[in-house]
């Protein structure tokens, strides 16, 4: 397995499911993440046997090497009957996945997507069960930033080897697959980096910014490696994304 951490998608829908494993994948792709959607014959619906089978493929318990280490798992789950079934299938588990399998009571879709990337950059279990948990604070059409603050990231313009600004060039702005690209670039650097003030190693909270095209981003950093770090990503900004 490529990472640390595996995450297993429990829903009431296969579709859903597999929806969800894609759009990660477009952000985290090294990630192994099993999904556990619908019931056997298609219909929506959460099955035991799904789910203990997801679980156990994704650390690695199904394997042939039956000496080989169980890797950590990361369950995500839909709604409440989804979760009710998880509780079920963890009171089962076998003897070699007891305490390397945890629940996140994270939002569906958003949690995912940074559990994911967080699972990518090497974190530990507590770690992405973390970033899963705190996608809960992802209010949708409330971050976006305002005139004044852009007038403000005017009048503080500062360009240095640690404090820059720039501004966004593709037109969708950091939306998730640019705010993943962000997030793990700056989990690369021994530096604490901040995207307008928010923290620039957390997907979510890039995305909470609610930046888009042709509006400003002020990175600043902190650190043994701040100037490396800033220039990487103001670098990835000027240069769209590969959207442009």
């Known amino acids: 397995m490529g990472t640390k951490v595996s995450l297993v998608l429990v829903s009431h829908s296969e579709k859903l499911a597999e929806g969800a494993r894609d759009l990660a994948r477009q952000m985290a792709s090294e990630v192994v993440i099993e999904v556990a959607g619908g019931l056997e014959d298609g219909s929506i619906g959460t099955s035991f046997d799904r789910i203990s089978a997801a679980i156990e493929e994704a650390a690695g318990f199904a394997e042939s090497d039956e000496e080989q280490e169980a890797h950590d798992v990361v369950v995500i789950c839909d709604l409440g009957s ?43 279990v507590e770690a992405v069960r973390t970033a899963a948990e705190e996608a809960r604070a992802f209010h949708k059409g409330s971050g976006a930033v305002d005139a004044q603050a852009e007038e403000t990231a005017d009048s503080q313009r500062v360009n240095t080897a640690t ?82």
């Open 82 to 124: 989804a979760i009710l079934s998880t509780e079920s299938v963890l009171e089962f588990l076998p003897e070699e996945l007891v305490g390397h399998v945890y629940m996140a009571d994270a939002p569906f879709v958003e949690g995912v997507i940074a559990a994911a990337v967080e699972a990518e950059s090497g974190a530990g």
């Open 163 to 244: 404090d820059h600004t720039t501004t966004v060039r593709n037109p969708l702005g950091l939306h998730a697959r640019p705010a993943a690209v962000l997030a793990k670039l700056i989990k690369g650097f021994d530096a604490q980096l901040t995207l307008n003030g928010a923290n620039g190693a957390s997907v979510i909270e890039i995305m909470k910014l609610g930046v888009t095209g042709g509006q400003t981003v002020r990175v600043q950093a902190d650190g043994p490696q701040a100037t490396e770090a800033v220039k990487a990503v103001v670098e990835a900004i000027d240069g769209g994304f590969g959207e442009l």
